[in-house]
């Protein structure tokens, strides 16, 4: 008896508001969202590497994986990140990488820190290097000449390429120590994350 006594005087009480309640106001359309501005043009040095534009992604032992994602030529620059992810969820290291268009060469600075975002003592500066060559969607880098600049420690040469349309290859290739045969480069092969 209760609970209908409350409903009724609930069902009043709108009906009550509903009565006194102001007309509705017309609706006015909403308006056209602005056009995004146009995009600087990106200088033609950086065109051969928009091939690497994407977000990209490889599985490794034991539930870990590794991101790299790189946004497009824009303007004289691009940029970079990667990061590791071990399988129980911990980032041990992150890399952040520039590569810009200069008046007579295109180079390629990276910063890395720890995942607790210190840097790491042996690389407080970036490491320098400068594009070799490229096409055919493939650029190699490698370290500038000045080694005191290059930061590049026993880094040989870098090089990405496309296998396919959706797998974004890097290959690490280490200096031979003297005396000694080269060290096997390091491929990361990347499926594009869709």
Request: charged letters at 20%; a positive charge; proline letters at 9%.
């Amino acid at each position: 008896m209760i609970i209908r006594a409350a409903l009724t005087l609930a069902c009043a009480s709108l009906i009550s508001c509903a009565a006194s309640a102001p007309a509705p106001v017309a609706q006015v359309a909403p308006a056209a969202p602005a056009s995004a501005p146009a995009a600087p043009k990106t200088n033609a040095a950086l065109e051969p590497l928009a091939f690497m534009t994407g977000a990209w992604t490889q599985a490794q032992a034991n539930g870990a994986m590794i991101e790299e994602h790189w946004m497009a030529p824009r303007g004289s620059s691009m940029l970079g990140s990667f990061r590791r992810i071990l399988g129980n969820g911990a980032v041990p290291f992150y890399e952040f990488t520039q590569i810009v268009a200069e008046k007579d060469r295109v180079i390629l600075r990276q910063m890395h820190v720890h995942g607790n975002f210190e840097p790491d003592p042996k690389r407080v500066e970036p490491m320098l290097l400068v594009l070799e060559k490229a096409g055919a969607n493939r650029a190699t880098f490698v370290p500038a000449a000045d080694p005191t600049k290059a930061n590049a420690g026993d880094l040989s040469r870098v090089t990405y390429f496309l296998d396919g349309p959706d797998m974004l290859v890097l290959v690490v290739e280490p200096k031979a120590a003297e005396g000694k045969p080269a060290e096997k480069p390091l491929e990361f092969r990347m499926s594009r994350i869709k």
